[in-house]
């Protein structure tokens, strides 16, 4: 069974840092791209970050680029996203999603979600 | 960056019912990098649809996709009760990966 299971989220003042954690099992991690989602409260998905398989390049949503870091070990099957200068437009739910490789592009699994709120 | 436009924003209807959702790309999107989710309330999005018209694995046959260019559709040929959801369409590419605001498809 597939799964994956995000950590790390909570509560952050403005300007904090956090680090989320995906751990994956279930599948080939090292074959897969990895992404972060996220989903502030009662609003729709927006895309974050993307890293592929052997973590060589990395890709960010504008509003998040230069202060989000994506980040995978393979040997863990654990993906990472490294969190600074956090603002409470960040405050969301953030999921990681795996894409599988392939000719397709799209978000085959999901983790839980883990909750951020940036707030004083 | 593709913006994606849902359409409509709710749609009322009742189980045994058909519904046609829409999903228009400000540009082009290949077919390969479309896909569609459902999403309810305090669960993860669930892969529906790959490549504008590919059920993933355990979909039933009563959700279809379709398109090409910069119209889709998800048809869901007779609801169910538990297809009463969110909806969002994705897409990919240019190394940007983009979804729509999502339909919420709630009972009539």
């Known amino acids: 069974e597939v799964q994956l299971v995000e950590s790390g989220g909570g509560l952050v003042q403005p300007g904090g840092s956090l680090r989320l954690s995906c751990t994956a099992s279930?599948?080939?991690?090292?074959?897969?791209?990895m992404h972060w989602v996220r989903q502030a409260p009662g609003k729709g998905l927006v895309w974050v970050s993307r890293?592929?398989?052997?973590?060589?390049?990395?890709t960010y949503a504008d509003f998040v680029k230069g202060r989000f870091t994506i980040f995978r070990d393979n040997t863990k099957n654990t993906l990472y996203v490294e969190m600074n200068s956090l603002r409470a437009e960040d405050t969301a739910v953030y999921y990681c999603a795996s894409e599988p490789s392939g000719w397709y592009s799209y978000f085959d699994f999901w983790g839980q979600g883990t909750l951020v709120t940036v707030s004083s | 960056d593709i913006v994606l436009t849902q359409s409509p924003g709710t749609l009322s209807l009742s189980p045994g019912e058909g519904a046609t959702l829409s999903c228009r790309a400000s540009?082009?999107?290949?077919?390969?990098?479309l896909a569609w989710y459902q999403q309810k309330p305090g669960q993860a999005p669930r892969l529906l649809i790959y490549?504008?018209?590919s059920r993933a694995t355990g979909i039933p046959d009563r959700f279809s996709g379709s398109g090409s260019g910069t119209d889709f559709t998800l048809t869901i040929s007779r609801l169910e009760p538990e297809d009463f959801a969110v909806y969002y369409c994705?897409?990919?590419?240019?190394?940007?990966?983009?979804f729509g605001q999502g339909t919420k498809v709630e009972i009539k």
């Open positions: 279930g599948f080939t991690f090292s074959r897969s791209w």
């Open positions: 490549g504008a018209s």
């Open positions: 890293i592929n398989s052997d973590g060589s390049s990395t």
């Open positions: 540009q082009s999107v290949s077919s390969g990098y």
């Open positions: 994705q897409q990919s590419g240019s190394s940007s990966w983009t």
